[in-house]
């Protein structure tokens, strides 16, 4: 290990505590000592962002330049690891597409640790193993046998076992796909998701004991995501949203299915009652998506198209001639009327932050709500 490493690792530790806000100092010696540049592995992607979208380019370790990659590794940035399937050592040129695997940016697995709170003794389950070193944290805080973790991958989940073992910790690694798979004999303290779900999966409730917790963002389509953070209780689960803002790549499966095109249908117009523009917004997002729990959102700013990948409904914002809006809609949901209702409700409520949301999970279905969970609530499409 160079000694560059150590000295990057070490001042990584000393920025999460002193600007990224993490307390737990636990974590901190965590991340004092595992080492993340063994989870790059040998190489990883960068972002070239140009006219035609991002496109991937690997970037391989230069073993005679230590520094570099030391630098790199211990940047407090996510590295995309994997694209569409294909790994950064085996990528010959730089690709188009979307990551489906990345080592996190460590503030954010600290603080998703913190908020979760992990502590000693605890069993956890973790879900999206990825590189492993989120995985490695929690092996130097617990100890190996206290922590299983989940991936979908398994040329990532290879990769990660090996990065873990070099690292020196051995946990329960498993191979598949973790909304679904599980151990009926399984009692976990914690379960924590680096993998956004668009509902919670029920096996992830039979796996967490009663007063145990649920950490995971969540998800839709639109792009609104929020971190849960839910207590298990007998057949079900519930909690406030915390107030941190984040992104993750999706589950799997909760993934929306590959569309090649669209054709642009125009339908019913009227103005809008809100400017599109507000969908930038990332709270503001998250509400509109509760109403349109089956859409996607392409373009922004006055020009939205929503997509429902249920139904084909569309709806297509612009600016009006005479000023304002217009939207034009099409197919059997009027997703701008839902999409619009729910960013109401949430205007009337004086548009609080998304901490001001809860989740409840119930054998009869999963409802977020806005205020407590008597107040106004949505349908999770589980
Ligand atoms: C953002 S990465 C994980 C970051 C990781 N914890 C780290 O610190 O390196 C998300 C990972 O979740 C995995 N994943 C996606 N869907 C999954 C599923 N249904 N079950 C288990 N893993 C999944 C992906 O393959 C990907 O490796």
């Known amino acids: ?96 597409g979307a990551p489906t695997s990345s080592s996190t940016l460590p503030s954010l697995v600290v603080k998703m640790l913190e908020r979760a709170e992990i502590a000693e ?49 051995a946990p329960a690694l498993i191979v598949g796909d973790g909304l679904t798979a599980y151990d009926r004999d399984a009692e976990y303290d914690r379960l924590i998701a680096t993998c956004s779900v668009r509902y919670i999966p029920a096996p992830w409730i039979w796996q967490v004991r ?23 209780e007998p057949g079900g689960a519930g909690g406030r949203f915390l107030p941190d803002e984040l992104s993750f790549m999706f589950a799997r499966p909760h993934d929306r299915p590959s569309r090649a095109h669209y054709l642009l249908r125009l339908g019913e117009q009227r103005e809008t009652r809100i400017a599109p523009a507000v969908l930038d917004d990332p709270a503001a997002r998250f509400v509109a998506q509760l109403g349109v729990p089956s859409a996607e959102l392409l373009g922004a700013g006055d020009h939205v198209v929503l997509l429902d990948v249920a139904t084909g409904s569309q709806a297509t914002t612009e600016p009006a001639p005479g000023g304002g809006w217009r939207v034009r809609q099409h197919g059997p949901l009027r997703l701008w009327d839902a999409a619009e209702d729910a960013i109401e409700t949430w205007r009337e409520a004086g548009s609080p932050p998304v901490s001001a949301f809860g989740l409840t999970v119930a054998p009869q279905g999963q409802r977020v709500w806005l205020g407590d969970p008597g107040g106004p609530s949505w349908s999770l499409p589980a």
Not at 22 to 35: G, L
Not at 124 to 152: D, H, M, N, P, W
């Open 121 to 169: 003794g605890d069993r956890v389950l973790e879900i999206g193993t990825g590189t492993g070193y989120s995985t490695g944290l929690l092996c130097e805080r617990l100890g190996a046998g206290q922590v299983t973790s989940v991936e979908f991958d398994p040329a990532v989940a290879a990769r990660a076992r090996a990065a873990l073992e070099s690292a020196g910790h």
């Open 210 to 232: 009663d007063g145990g917790t649920i950490t995971t963002p969540l998800s839709g389509w639109l792009g609104g995501t929020v971190l849960a953070h839910l207590t298990v």
């Open 1 to 96: 290990m160079s000694s560059s490493a150590a000295r990057h690792r070490q001042e990584l530790a000393g920025l999460l505590a002193s600007e990224k806000g993490v307390t737990d100092r636990r974590w901190i010696e965590a991340v004092a000592a595992v080492p993340r540049e063994l989870f790059l592995g040998d190489a990883v992607f960068h972002p070239d962002d140009g006219a035609q979208g991002t496109l991937w380019r690997p970037v391989r370790r230069d073993r005679t330049d230590p520094e570099t990659w030391s630098r790199m590794a211990y940047a407090d940035r996510s590295w995309v690891t994997q694209v569409d399937g294909v790994l950064a050592e085996d990528a010959t040129r730089a690709l188009p």
